[in-house]
Every structure is written in C-alpha cells, then in structure tokens.
C-alpha cells in the first residue's frame, strides 16, 4: 500500500498542510522541516500522483535535459548534479539526445514540449538564433551548461575555456618544456575548441615560445584523435616533449599512442588532460588534468532553473571557477 501525506505528517510530527507545501515547493517551511519531511517520504516509497497533479497545477514537476549523443564520460557527472538536485526537489528528469552537432535539437524541444516539463537544462549543446528562439517560445526557464551563445542571449554556466588553456599550457613551460603540442581540438567549436586555441597560443607567446601551427593537431576531442594526434608527431618526425590534450579522452588516447611506441609518460613525454573526469585518476600514470566542477555544474544549473519556476524571475550566467589536479603525467626538465 502506497504511503500517504497523513502518514508522513504523522511521522514528522507535523500538519498535512506543511507536508503538502514541502512536496509541492510551495514555500512558507525552513530547510530544516524540508529534509525531515523528503527523508521521510523517501524512506516511505511516497509516490505522488503526477498526473493528478499536473492537472490541478498545470505543472509536470519534471526538468528536461537535453545533451548531445557523445561519448565522453563528463556527462555523467553533469546528468548526475542535475538528477540529485531535481529530486531533492521533488521534480523528475527526463533526458533527451540532441544526435550529432545538434541536429536533432528541434525533435528534443518537441519532446520536452509534449511532456510539458516545467525546467529545461541544455547540456553542451551550441545553439544558433533560432534555436534560442525556439527554446524561448516554450515559455519556461531554461539555463545552457558547459556552453554559450555567441550573443550570450542566454543564460549559461560554465568555466572560462581560454584561461583554462593558458593555465594547462603555462603549467607545462613552468616545467621546463617548450616544444609543447596541442591535440585532439576542433578549429571550428566556438565554445571549446577556438578558445582553448587561442589560450594555447597565449601562453606560449606571453612566454617568448614561438606557436608553430604543426604543433597543433585538430581532432574531435576523443580519445581516438588523440592517438591519430601522437602517430601524427611521430610520423611527421615532430618533436614534443609534452602535449595538451583539450580532454582527458585525447590525453588517454596519446598516452595510449605513447605506449605503442615505446615512449614512457611522463618519462619521454609529458601530457596533461583537460576536464578531469574519473578516468585521469585511473589512467597510468595518473593524469594531470585542468578541472572542471561538472557535479557542481549540473547540480547548480538544476537549482538555478527550480528557482526560476518559482519566482518567475530572469536566470543569470555565471562563469565558475576551474582548478589544476596535478597527478603524474608531467615531468619537470631542466
């Protein structure tokens, strides 16, 4: 038998009133109340009838993300962030692929528009004008994460992709190297690809290292192009005593390449990977690697967006702040 509100006021030792605004976010309860009455419902199995009261409130109670159809084990933490903060707000979450460079981006808002979610989180996904227009005429709130729009017509949370290039690539030349490649970056990815580029460059040039273009080898941010990236230094008879990989899927993919051809890390090569997913602290040597809150990402992104429901208020963007996690995959030279 499915446990009721009377049931978990009886427990709380509270009115059905304040379990019902609790359950509802209705405010006019303390933090404190909040989580004794969610503890309680969850250890319970409370279930509310969504279709009844989405009827009554004309509200879904569920978030909507949209992320892109990638295989890189940073959306996990995001989805992760998003999922635990919607349900310690009593929303659900729905999840929907927006396929190759956000092609079937309008087929998702189509989706989210027929489940009627009440919050919409854009994982990655880079949208163009129209596209931000379209999110816009659903009339709910809507934040974007780890991306922007070119205009910034929309809110957005995540880390400043040039600077954190400059700190990868400095912290490299504050370890002695100089012939420093770049690996496994899309030229042509406004968001992460262009600005990690010029950060790159940045570095070298604020430190009087010349930018060769041969150093930087393109690729989409997977751990295959960042093997293509190692045979490609070894073929074309490039010398690089450390390489930056734009993700850790790229850094994996040279350390890989690295082996295969008998080369030690950080021995014969330093490499440092950008994102610090759970893999750079498995990878061997564990991996150097600039880091970005994605958990926290995801988790403030689905607040900012809860909020934004219940205030009716505009959502801001905000830049959060990177770190370096220094492992063992880069070795001081002299």
Known sequence: MNATIKDIAKIANVSTATVSRVLNNAGGYNETTRKKIMDIANKLGYRRNEMARSLVQNSSNIIGVIMPNAATIFYADIVNGIESMAHTNGYSVILSHSGVNGNRFNECMDIMAARKVDGLVIVTVELNTEQVKLAESLNIPFILLSTDTPDNEAPYIKVNDFDAAY????????????????????????????????????ALEDNRIKFHSYMVKFGDFSFYAGKEAMKEYLKENILVTAVFG????????????????????PEDLSVIGYDNTRVAEMSIPPLTSISQPFLEMGEEGCQRVIEAIHSKKGISSKIISYSLEIRESVKKIM
């Open 167 to 202: 700190a990868a690539t400095e912290f490299l030349i504050i370890n002695g190297h100089t012939k420093i490649g770049l690996a496994g970056v899309d030229p042509n990815d406004r968001v992460a690809g262009m600005p990690r580029i010029e950060g790159y460059k940045k």
């Open 246 to 265: 734009v993700s850790d899927d790229v850094a994996l993919g040279i350390i890989s390449a690295a082996y295969d051809h008998d080369l030690k890390v």
